[in-house]
Nanobody
């Protein structure tokens, strides 16, 4: 079992920045790929970014490339999502998730084994 707790959400204006954190406890954090997803009201949960166990490989959704940066610190059992140049379209609940299998489809939210409770990000124009 892995427990994930997100923090760092809030309300910002267009162009602002936020850093989300995902603190893990339980089983060894470094054995899991970490993904960030978001869900806007009335919409499906969508992929934002992912980072491999070691941090060597990273992928982003096209909508956030160049603006968001995913990272992790396995010694601190924490993953991060740095969000810059925020736009109203980024408004959503952001979730971090942990994926055990190295063969699963990391784009698919259903593939992830553990989820945090989410943190709200609101961007006003």
């Amino acid at each position: 079992q892995v427990q994930l707790v997100e923090s760092g959400g809030g309300s910002v204006q267009t162009g602002g920045s936020l850093r989300l954190s995902c603190a893990a406890s339980g089983r060894t954090f470094s054995r899991y790929r970490v993904g960030w997803f978001r869900q806007a009201p009335g919409k499906e949960r969508t992929f934002v970014a992912t980072i491999t166990r070691s941090g060597a490989s990273i992928e982003y959704a096209d909508s956030v490339k160049g603006r968001f940066t995913i990272s992790r610190d396995n010694e601190k059992n924490t993953a991060y999502l740095h969000m810059n140049s925020l736009e109203p379209e980024d408004t959503a609940v952001y979730y971090c998730a942990a994926l055990d299998s190295p063969f699963a489809n990391w784009l698919n939210a259903n593939a992830y084994d553990y989820w945090g409770q989410g943190t709200q990000v609101t961007v006003s124009s």
